[in-house]
T-cell receptor, first 110, second 114 residues
Framework: AQRVTQPEKLLSVFKGAPVELKCNYS??????LFWYVQYSRQRLQLLLR??SRESIKGFTADLNKGETSFHLKKPFAQEEDSAMYYC????????????FGRGTQLTVWP | DTGVSQDPRHKITKRGQNVTFRCDPI?????LYWYRQTLGQGPEFLTY????????KSRLLSDRFSAERPKGSFSTLEIQRTEQGDSAMYLC????????????FGSGTRLTVV
């Protein structure tokens, strides 16, 4: 069965430090992976999708099918990056049900 | 179009009462999703529609939950005979069918059952 695991519930770094939020998945097919972010008092919003291979707000994520991972990385964290981050998996070639991880709360200290 | 709208933002109800939530998606989006989120957990899938057709419903969803999208535009989620365990944030999202663009979420409806 498909599953998304975010092993860290909480992650704290200092401003300017590199940050990596881990996401592992289990799915036998070819998944589509997303990162969503929720800033304080705001709605969930799409941050990254692996298919686009883009960098948003300095964040990147590479799909590693061998390790079944989709870790989110940023070389220099900023205070405004403090938020809840969710990794999500789509099974099909069209967008349907997403399977979410439990989320990682990132805190960036000044 | 101001995005995905959900109404009400908050709902407090007594156990055993029925509640109904509404979601208005982005007009160009033909898929609409309902999720539930409790503290410390990621969004949990409930059901989704393509236009007016309900394509999938979670097996975890009891018969007390029902959702409709009668004209393929807005959707309603009804919970009958609410229980304290139903207390959660109910999220609505919409999307295109084409993969790769992800969902657009609403702000959610927070339900508290007392």
């Amino acid at each position: 069965a498909q599953r998304v695991t975010q092993p860290e519930k909480l992650l704290s770094v200092f401003k300017g430090a590199p940050v990596e939020l881990k996401c592992n998945y289990s799915y036998s097919g070819s998944p589509e992976l997303f990162w969503y972010v929720q800033y304080s008092r705001q709605r969930l919003q799409l941050l990254l999708r692996h298919i686009s291979r883009e960098s948003i707000k300095g964040f990147t994520a590479d799909l590693n099918k061998g390790e079944t991972s989709f870790h989110l990385k940023k070389p220099f964290a900023q205070e405004e990056d403090s938020a809840m981050y969710y990794c999500a998996l789509n099974k099909g070639s069209t967008l349907g049900r997403l399977y979410f991880g439990r989320g990682t709360q990132l805190t960036v200290w000044p | 179009d101001t995005g995905v709208s959900q109404d009400p933002r908050h709902k407090i109800t007594k156990r055993g009462q029925n509640v109904t939530f509404r979601c208005d998606p982005i007009s160009e989006h033909n898929r609409l999703y309902w999720y539930r989120q409790t503290l410390g957990q990621g969004p949990e899938f409930l059901t989704y529609f393509q236009n007016e057709a309900q394509l999938e419903k979670s097996r975890l969803l009891s018969d007390r939950f029902s959702a409709e999208r009668p004209k393929g535009s807005f959707s309603t989620l009804e919970i009958q005979r609410t229980e304290q365990g139903d207390s959660a944030m109910y999220l609505c999202a919409s999307s295109l069918v084409i993969s790769g663009y992800g969902y657009t979420f609403g702000s959610g409806t927070r339900l508290t059952v007392v």
